[in-house]
């Protein structure tokens, strides 16, 4: 808005109509000098000029630093396309690693764009399998994050990711210090299966009036959880003992991604919820003590309601029969319990 | 941390205010939401603490709002959230130093919102803060947590003082204080120590324990903060109040005001608090008055303290102290020495070097060294000081400002012990009685007026005055002895006593018996009063006792009348008239020794004596020469001597500017610009909301509107006329106030 009177004036004169007059121009002064000129080339003073494009490299880590901290979503989802682009050509190219690629992409998974949500899963599917499996505890830290996450949209689209990770990694997954008990909550709490066995006499009435989308995202979020089940529970088959396995262990380097986790030398103390359950007696004694009640209720109650998510529970159901068939309830002493005692 | 923008569906989806609104509304409705949340949270941590340094500013915010919803809603699930307050704590004393500013803030905030809603205890929270405090580099941090140590501290002490809490935290102080003597972190307990101090959350003897501690340090900066608390720390305290004491509610403004303005629930309330504040003053003005002691009162060993203060800033060659550091430590121990009447001799010999005009400061190193000064310092000790000061500064080739300032110090330094002066050398010095520049002379003359009082035979003949020469030779005045006390009594009895005696004559005036029969008299009250036994005169004297129901048991003379008393009533008509008063005098101050003062004698003797004074302060012929040395009025025991006190008195010194200009103005209306009297007081008048009076209406009417009352007057009847006036006459009986519709 023009504050001046001279400002206004201006403003003023872009509305006004010109005033056409019939007739001839007025004739050119007679010492008028025509200064218009044309030309077949511009010349500019400063100029980057290279011959060579940037090279792929240089590019890729742009792109990569674009998906990861730019502000304009837009930009943030063609980043992405193009890394996916360069990942998925024959031979791939990745100049970082997949760890660091991995690292800078993941708090992505609560991107508030539903578009470079969907973009970053393409990007995850075609990393390679072998190398995406080091990062299965960062990876399931923002997992968690995303399936908590307040817009639903952001929730739902973090099971894509969830089911990607059970695709590249389900035995790191449920191994990994935290990745049984704390995914497991993670789920229990979305789902709304309260873990706190509530007061008796009041039932908590949450999740009356089921939304078809509501709906439809517990159906999959059950198939996804019958799944992390079948990955944490299936019976597990001692590898036959090589003869060279004696010698390897004596003598070869480790080559799985954290090899003596288990030892906790650096970390902080764990909780129960951030231990590590590296076996599946474990990972059965966990699963009863803390999620198998809320999670049977949980079937029974979906169950009843019917529809996709009933059928999903069903499958649920099944995989918890397979699983938790053979565990005897009283079978032996738990550490936990023995630490309990004090 | 700017924040990126959001879609306007995901703002609807993710709203956190929304969310907090709801669950604290129904806690138990949205405990599935807020368990979602919580893990939310517990994700958000991990990621966190994955590396906390260089968090990227999205999980930063995220993290951050996370905490603040969970702090808002902690106390309606306190069983789930047991483990938040401890990961705040961890998070922000762990990485205080890397953490994200606002994150840090945020934490810091939701600890404190935490012990607002009772979660966690004031211990727990200090004791989280106060390290952090102590060691943060940032000074933002610093003063924020400051601040909420501050509040926190004084709303735990709001209700009733929390002494378990108190006591931890000056605990904590004081190993503060006392464990690196030489760390400047020291200071933040002696902050914390003042501002509580200052605002009266703390008056018993432990905080004054950390600052004495403090003032041993090694760090200029934590002992120059812990002896200004000594030396002005009460002060603050006693400034603070009054100002909090100054604001008074008119109850009745407010309440016209409601009356005027919409009626709103606003309003009522405001009210209602004016009406709550207003009785809680009123409480507050009743409640006894809280024993507070100063500081200096309060320190355990002061003759301990003071030498080891002595030996280590001043004496020691070794420390750095700058030199306004070692005044005001100076000021300190000699405040401690004069108010406890403590024995440093070393102190007295110390000064010797800084005795000379040139000496930077030198005003402010003879008031403290006239205020260490005592009647127990022994004379020798001080005699050389007074012989180098005068020396040194007084003399006829110094300048005249020096002059004074070497008589006031040894009249200061006299007046306290008055034993340490040498005969020559005061009637030297009060030679300059003489002198040409008033300064001089007027120190020279309080200097001789004082000896007239406490050592007249050390002047010559003719300068003793009339009073001290009969004093000497009626045997009366005597120079004190070293060591010895003056016999104490109650200030202003003798005003109460003379008050009586007016009292009781006036009564018999009523009476119509002759005033100064004063001792003797048939009246029972005096009988009551003074015990003085006059049956034999009661037979004259009509007994006209208007208390008729009253029986007055009377005392037996024996008991409360001391033998040699009851003599001197009945002789002293035949005394003359000097011996009277000087057995009057005597006999006022066995008042107190024969009688026993009612709470009424009591208030009156309060009212006397502040009568008194105020006669005194206003300048009145009374006023003795005692108090000419500070004419900014008499001086508490307690107070320290300043540099003011030592320079000339401030009526001799040139004003400045500002000063004279403010003495003008003194007792004028205030006017911003030029105005004139009428319409000063105009403008009062608008400003206190009163309105113009009818008068002041009817002068200001517009002329032209009178003109056709005027001109209607003259046509009119007589019957018009006639009912004018009886309206006129029926108005007066109603006020003056016109019937409705009129």
């Known amino acids: 808005m023009g504050s001046s009177a001279k400002k206004k004036a201006e403003k003023k004169k872009d509305f006004q109509k010109p005033k056409y007059k019939v007739g001839k121009a007025k004739p050119k002064a007679s010492n008028f000098t025509d200064t218009s000129f044309r030309s077949k080339a511009i010349v500019m003073n400063q100029q980057s000029l290279s011959t060579v494009a940037p090279d792929v490299v240089q590019q890729f880590k742009h792109n990569l630093s674009l998906a990861s901290s730019s502000r304009n979503d837009k930009q943030r989802r063609d980043a992405l396309a193009y890394l996916t682009s360069q990942l998925s050509s024959h031979p791939p190219v990745n100049p970082v690693g997949t760890n660091i690629l991995l690292s800078k992409l993941l708090p992505l998974i609560s991107d508030s764009s539903t578009p470079v949500r969907s973009q970053l899963l393409k990007l995850l599917r075609v990393l390679p399998e072998d190398e995406a499996k080091h990062s299965t505890e960062q990876a399931i830290m923002f997992i968690r994050a995303g399936m908590t996450h307040l817009s639903a949209d952001i929730s739902g689209d973090s099971l894509g990711v969830m089911e990607w990770l059970l695709d590249v990694a389900q035995d790191e997954l449920v191994t990994i210090p935290g990745g049984w008990v704390k995914t497991l909550s993670t789920f229990c709490v979305t789902m709304g299966w309260s873990l706190a066995s509530a007061a008796p006499g009041w039932t908590s009435a949450a999740r009356t009036g089921l939304r078809a989308k509501d709906a439809q995202t517990l159906a999959r979020q059950i198939s996804i959880l019958s799944r992390f089940l079948q990955a944490g529970l299936k019976s597990e088959t001692a590898a036959a003992p090589g003869p060279d396995e004696y010698w390897d262990n004596l003598y070869r380097l480790p080559r799985s991604s954290n090899t003596f986790e288990y030892l906790n030398l650096l970390g902080s103390r764990r909780d129960e919820e951030g231990e590590m359950y590296p076996n599946r007696e474990a990972r059965q004694q966990v699963f009863y003590r803390r999620f198998f009640d809320p999670v049977t209720k949980g079937i029974e109650k979906v169950k009843k309601e019917g529809g996709a998510a009933g059928r999903a529970a069903v499958g649920l159901d099944q995989a918890l029969k397979s699983g938790m068939g053979d565990y005897a309830a009283a079978a032996g002493m738990d550490a936990q319990d023995l630490l309990n005692l004090w | ?742």
């Open chain 2, 1 to 742: 941390m700017v924040k990126r923008k959001v879609a306007a569906l995901e703002k609807i989806d993710a709203d956190f205010a929304s969310l907090q609104y709801k669950i604290r509304r129904d806690p138990k409705s949205y405990k599935d939401d807020f368990l979602k949340q919580w893990e939310q949270y517990e994700a958000q941590r991990e990621i966190f603490f994955m590396s906390p340094t260089t968090a990227a500013a999205d999980s930063v915010e995220s993290f951050h709002n996370m905490i603040d919803l969970i702090a808002h809603v902690a106390d309606c699930y306190p069983e789930e959230t047991r483990t938040f307050p401890d990961d705040l704590k961890a998070i922000v004393s762990q990485n205080h130093e890397t953490l994200h500013h606002e994150l840090r803030d945020k934490v810091v905030g939701s600890l404190v919102l935490l012990r607002r809603k009772e979660v966690i205890d004031s211990t727990s929270l200090l004791t989280t803060l106060f390290p952090i405090l102590v060691s943060s580099r940032s000074k933002s941090m610093r003063e924020m947590l400051f601040q909420k140590i501050l509040s926190d501290m004084r709303n735990s002490n709001s209700k009733s003082t929390n002494h378990p809490l108190n006591r931890t935290i000056q605990a904590v102080l004081y190993n503060l204080v006392t464990a690196d003597r030489s760390s400047p972190r020291a200071i933040w307990a002696i902050k914390l120590t003042r501002e509580l101090w200052k605002r009266q959350v703390w008056t018993d003897a432990k905080p004054v324990d950390v600052m004495k501690e403090a003032c041993l340090a090694d760090n200029e900066k934590v002992v120059i903060g812990s002896v200004r608390f000594f030396l002005g720390g009460d002060k603050e305290r006693e400034e603070l109040e009054d100002e909090s004491s100054d604001e008074e509610i008119d109850l009745a403004k407010v309440k016209h005001q409601i009356t005027i303005n919409k009626k709103s629930r606003k309003q009522k309330q405001a009210y209602k608090n004016a009406v709550d504040k207003v009785k809680r003053q009123e409480k507050k003005k009743s409640k006894p008055h809280p024993l507070n002691f100063s500081a200096l009162h309060l320190l355990h060993d002061p003759q301990d303290f003071a030498e080891q203060l002595f030996t280590k800033h001043l004496q020691s060659t070794k420390n750095k102290l700058s030199l306004d550091t070692k005044l005001l430590v100076l000021q300190l121990i000699t405040r401690l020495v004069g108010l406890h009447k403590l024995t440093i001799v070393p102190l007295y010999s110390w000064f010797i070097k800084y005795l000379t005009p040139k000496q930077q400061s030198v005003t402010s190193i003879l008031a403290s060294l006239a205020q260490g000064v005592h009647n127990l310092v022994p004379p020798d000790a001080l005699e050389p000081l007074i012989q180098k000061i005068a020396n040194e500064f007084v003399s006829e080739a110094s300048a005249s400002e020096v002059a004074a300032v070497g008589l006031n110090a040894i009249r200061e330094i006299c007046s306290r012990q008055s034993l340490a002066m040498t005969e020559t050398l005061l009637q030297d010095l009060v030679q300059y009685r003489k002198s040409k520049d008033k300064g001089v002379m007027m120190a020279a003359k309080g200097l001789l007026s004082l000896y007239r009082e406490v050592g007249a035979d050390m002047l010559k003949k003719r300068d003793r005055g009339k009073d001290a020469t009969m004093g000497i030779s009626s045997g009366l005045m005597k120079q004190r002895k070293f060591g010895e006390e003056e016999v104490g009594g109650i200030e202003g009895l003798d005003l109460l006593a003379k008050w009586k005696e007016e009292q009781r004559k006036r009564k018999r005036a009523e009476k119509g018996l002759p005033e100064d029969g004063s001792d003797v008299s048939g009246d029972e009250k005096d009988k009551d009063e003074d015990g003085f036994n006059s049956d034999e005169w009661e037979v004259g004297s009509e007994d006209s006792s208007d208390e008729g129901e009253w029986i007055n048991v009377e005392h037996s003379s024996d008991e409360d009348e001391p033998a040699p008393k009851k003599r001197k009533g009945d002789e002293e008509d035949e005394e003359d008239n000097e011996e009277d008063s000087a057995a009057e005098l005597e006999r006022m101050t066995k008042l107190a020794t024969t009688t026993i003062l009612t709470p009424a004698d009591l208030a009156k003797l309060q009212e006397l004596r502040a009568a008194a004074s105020v006669q005194k302060a206003m300048g009145s012929k009374f006023r003795k020469n005692k108090h000419q040395q500070n004419p900014d009025g008499p001086t508490h025991a307690d107070d320290g001597l300043t540099a003011e006190n030592i320079e000339a008195p401030i009526r001799l010194r040139k004003l400045t500017k500002e000063e004279k200009v403010a003495l003008a103005k003194e007792g004028k209306p205030d006017r911003e610009e030029h105005k004139s009297t009428q319409a000063i007081r105009k403008s009062k008048k608008d400003a206190a909301g009163k309105s113009t009076s009818n008068r002041e209406k009817q002068r200001k009417k517009n002329f032209l509107m009178t003109l056709g009352k005027a001109k209607s007057k003259q046509k009119r009847s007589l019957v018009e006329t006639r009912k004018v006036l009886k309206g006129h006459v029926e108005r007066s009986t109603r006020g003056g106030r016109r019937r409705n519709g009129t």
